[in-house]
């Protein structure tokens, strides 16, 4: 089990940028592909960035060229460097850890179906306005 606490939420204005954060706790944080998820009131959760625990790294076409996912494993935190931010990114961002290989499935919307092999953070919310 993974335990996650995102922090680094808040307001920005169009064009600011950000930095999010996921603390990750617990066993077998190093094996697990990693990701972020958005979702704004009315719409579904949709995939952001993801990276797998060899580094490798997946964007949505909407983030792309302005976010950035990383992390950091002796510190077990995940990022998402958000720059050149718009209002349509304005959401609530969850970190979660999956236990399959995610970096296709989350930016593609094909991951709801592996819930049992999800965890979740609690989100924090971000308004660009």
């Known amino acids: 089990h993974v335990q996650l606490v995102e922090s680094g939420g808040g307001l920005v204005q169009p064009g600011g940028s950000l930095k999010l954060s996921c603390a990750a706790s617990g066993k077998g944080y190093s094996s697990y592909c990693m990701a972020w998820f958005r979702q704004a009131p009315g719409n579904e959760r949709e995939g952001v960035a993801a990276i797998e625990s060899d580094g490798s790294t997946s964007y949505a076409d909407s983030v792309k060229g302005r976010f950035t996912i990383s992390k950091d494993n002796a510190e077990n935190t995940l990022y998402l460097q958000m720059n050149n931010t718009k209002p349509e990114d304005t959401g609530v961002y969850y970190c979660?850890?999956?236990?399959?290989?995610?970096?296709?499935?989350?930016?593609?919307?094909?991951?709801?179906?592996?819930?049992?092999?999800?965890?979740w953070g609690q989100g924090t919310q971000v308004t660009v306005s």
């Open positions: 979660a850890a999956m236990a399959f290989d995610c970096l296709i499935s989350v930016v593609i919307g094909a991951w709801e179906g592996m819930t049992d092999y999800t965890y």
